[in-house]
T-cell receptor
Framework: DAGITQSPRHKVTETGTPVTLRCHQT?????MYWYRQDPGHGLRLIHY???????DKGEVSDGYSVSRSKTEDFLLTLESATSSQTSVYFC???????????FGEGSWLTVV | GESVGLHLPTLSVQEGDNSIINCAYS??????FIWYKQESGKGPQFIID?????DKRQGQRVTVLLNKTVKHLSLQIAATQPGDSAVYFC?????????????FGTGTQLKVEL
């Protein structure tokens, strides 16, 4: 358990509205990740961070942006939510030794 | 291109039997292979991993086997219990300049029958 807290855990929003998901960790892990999980696709990497203000794109980054102003917080923003972004979003952090990646409990987002 | 896939989407076993969940991968550059368990409504939970230079690793009631010749990974669960019912994902990990990249398979649903 890496002390990962995601918020909100559940959200329903309308198409075209901005949405921000927050990931908070208490273990001072350097690396943090945002994944989305959809039926038939497994978990896919959206964005990741390798330090404060250091972020990069994953395989499904279109329509998403991230920010990391503090080690403990990694924010995922949907600038203008679309129905295709209805999904379960998981934050993950990686031990600084580089051995294990831990996941949060998920944020369920529905875009109507 | 690289891929991580699972042979069976659903596996049903009797309580007390051993379970074997299989996974195929195609990227020889991966340095670690990891198994995660995901219960309904929860995030993936780390079970066990294995380095690419190993063939076998054992944990508590679980064993992971890696066959690099055929690029095959398996998770064996001994004396399967109802609490083992979940979706199991294999993932391959590659170290990049931006941390470790995980590529996941689509998952296998394990159902334990009483």
């Amino acid at each position: 358990d890496a002390g990962i807290t995601q918020s909100p855990r559940h959200k329903v929003t309308e198409t075209g509205t901005p949405v921000t998901l927050r990931c908070h960790q208490t273990e001072n892990h350097r690396y943090m990740y945002w994944y989305r999980q959809d039926p038939g696709h497994g978990l896919r990497l959206i964005h990741y961070s390798y330090g404060v203000k250091d972020t990069d794109k994953g395989e499904v980054s279109d329509g998403y942006s991230v920010s990391r102003s503090k080690t403990e917080d990694f924010l995922l923003t949907l600038e203008s939510a679309t129905s295709s972004q209805t999904s379960v979003y998981f934050c993950a952090t990686e031990e600084n030794s580089g051995n294990t990646i831990y996941f949060g409990e998920g944020s369920w987002l529905t875009v109507v | 291109g690289e891929s991580v896939g699972l042979h069976l989407p659903t596996l049903s076993v009797q309580e007390g039997d051993n379970s074997i969940i299989n996974c195929a991968y195609s990227n020889s550059a991966s340095d670690y292979f990891i198994w995660y368990k995901q219960e309904s409504g929860k995030g993936p939970q780390f079970i066990i991993d294995i380095r690419s230079n190993m063939d076998k690793r054992q944990g508590q009631r679980v064993t992971v086997l890696l066959n690099k010749t055929v690029k095959h990974l398996s998770l064996q669960i001994a004396a399967t219990q109802p609490g083992d019912s979940a979706v199991y994902f294999c993932a391959e990990r590659r170290l990049t300049g931006g941390g470790n990249k995980l590529t996941f398979g689509t998952g296998t649903q394990l159902k334990v029958e009483l």
